[in-house]
């Protein structure tokens, strides 16, 4: 009688926690840039606001803190670019769980925590390429900072205050839960863009207003390297105003408390059903 061994067969070698990761963020990053209207709206709409109202406009070459106004309205754009990065992903991430794709993603080998985290990287990266591309066509059309470090800070600056809007987008997801609710908190931000003087400076009544508004502390925060607090007014031979950091911070503050009060309302109450 004789016996025969099995023939040992080729597996192929289980990939590790980090490689499905970086494998995931890569996809979803290609996934996200295809799409043409998230991509017009992050990528391509921020900068060219920022050549209409930067380049196109005669006072771009004018004198502004440590800078130009062109520099003035880039930073602008490249926050209002940045804000719709944060809260496109993570209200996107919110309905994918609520549709079950977390499930899905699961059958891959992806943890729940590295799709989380995942997905964070995803909001960074998506924040920071409107960033790039606002900067690099600012530094080619006459954007000009006092020095190199001007234009560190400012940049690393609209990501940060960016990253709170996560929460926002977050917050629209979990009180609709629905793929609509991504598009209505981008649409209201359009408004709060307005009152946070992103697109044109605001004065009197609509200025007192805007200081109670989610974006006018960051916008504010971003621009700091290059005004130091300074609003530009509206019309020429206007008294030039200046705001405390500290009304920024606490702008920031309260609109992070309230974002992050929605969502845990929200998450509870979807806990509850």
Known sequence: MTTTTPTPQHTRPKKSQVEILLR????????????????????????AMYLMFGVGMDQGELPAGYGNVSAYVMTSMAVYGAVIA???????????????????????????????????????LMAISPIVIVYVVGAFTGAQFDSFGHWVASAALCLVVAIPF???GLAFALLFRSETAVSAASGFLVIFAFFGNLFIPLGGVLLEIAKFTPLYGPAMLARWPQTEGMLIPMQAGVEVQFESLW????????????????????SRRRTSR
């Open 24 to 47: 995931f963020v890569g996809w979803e990053f290609w996934r996200n840039f295809r799409m043409l209207d998230a991509t017009f709206f992050v990528l391509v709409l921020p900068a």
């Open 86 to 124: 944060t809260t496109a992903m993570a209200g996107s991430a919110a309905v994918e769980r609520n549709m079950g794709w977390g499930r899905q993603l699961n059958l891959t080998g992806l943890t729940e925590a590295n799709y989380i985290i995942g997905k964070m990287l995803m909001a960074l």
């Open 166 to 168: 996560s929460l926002y």
């Open 247 to 266: 009304v920024l911070f606490a702008n920031i503050g309260a609109w992070t408390a309230i974002f992050g009060a929605i969502c845990l309302f929200a």
